[in-house]
C-alpha cells in the first residue's frame, strides 16, 4: 500500500509539473505570435466576460418574511 501511494503521489506531482511547463509554453507561444500582449490579459479578458454576465443576470426574487 506505501508503494502504491508513493507512486500516486509522484504521478500527481508528474502531471502538475507536466500541466505547468505546457500552461507556459501556451502563453508563451501566443505571447510570441502576438496574441495577446502580456500573460495577464487572458485573465483580465476571463474576468471581464464573467464579471459582465453576472451583472447582466436578473437578480433573484427575495421572499417576504
Known sequence: MRRLRQRLSQAI??????????????????????????WYQ?????????ARQFIMQEPPLLSDP
Open 13 to 38: 506531482h508528474t502531471h502538475y509539473i507536466f500541466c505547468s511547463l505546457r500552461a507556459f509554453i501556451e502563453l508563451e507561444v501566443r505571447r510570441w505570435r502576438r496574441q495577446m500582449v502580456n
Open 42 to 50: 487572458p485573465q483580465r479578458e476571463l474576468y471581464r466576460e464573467v
